[in-house]
């Protein structure tokens, strides 16, 4: 007969564990390789609000704590800690791109939880175009797996910065950043 005791993850269990293992930075998630405990009712909407049992999360360092622990496993996303692994909702990305700077040759983004990252080859931006109405959806790699939605003033900024250049033979309307064309829409189409 086991001893082990049968711990039903929660929000409050994870936000422990995690402030546990904060040193300063990110913890190694991708090294950990807990058990997997099922799902908890936590979801993270296409704006950015983070949800536990339907009811927003208000605690933006809560927030923040809970984005430092967070995976994707394959299609999955996960917050995991050094003894347990429990699945989430997305709607979209698990973050929102909420401004960006220029610094040198590239463009900064900041996240809505406060994450920063320079696109270039590293964090990629891509855009996705909704095949029936042809409206972009932006993104840029924040880290291993994991992008931000970059938010509708911000795209509107990056487009009144971009550029035409080569991409695959033909000619594309994009943004450059740290010496690398992210394309967004073949310039034909902006006919």
């Known amino acids: 007969m086991s001893t082990q ?45 983070w949800f536990y049992m339907g009811t927003p999360i208000g605690r933006p360092e809560l927030v923040r704590l809970f984005s430092t622990i967070l995976r994707k496993d394959d299609d999955e996303y996960v917050l995991v800690t050094p003894v347990e692994k429990v699945g989430i909702t997305v709607d979209d990305a698990p973050f929102v791109a909420v401004d960006f700077n220029r610094k040198g040759d590239g463009l900064e983004f900041e ?61 594309w309307f994009g943004l450059r950043s740290s010496g690398q064309f992210f394309p967004i829409i073949p310039s034909v189409e902006l006919n």
């Open 5 to 49: 005791k049968i711990v039903t993850p929660s929000a409050e269990s994870l936000a422990s564990s995690a402030r546990a293992v904060q040193k300063g930075g990110l913890p190694p998630v991708h090294l950990w390789n807990p058990p997997h405990c099922g799902a908890i009712d936590m979801r993270i909407a296409r704006d950015g609000t």
């Open 111 to 171: 996240t809505n939880v406060g994450d920063r990252m320079i696109a270039g080859p590293n964090h990629p931006i891509r855009v996705e175009r909704d095949p029936e109405t042809g409206e972009p959806s932006p993104y840029v790699l924040v880290r291993a797996n994991l992008e931000a939605l970059i938010d509708r003033k911000s795209f509107y900024r990056l487009v009144e910065i971009g550029e035409h250049a080569k991409h695959d033979g033909e000619d």
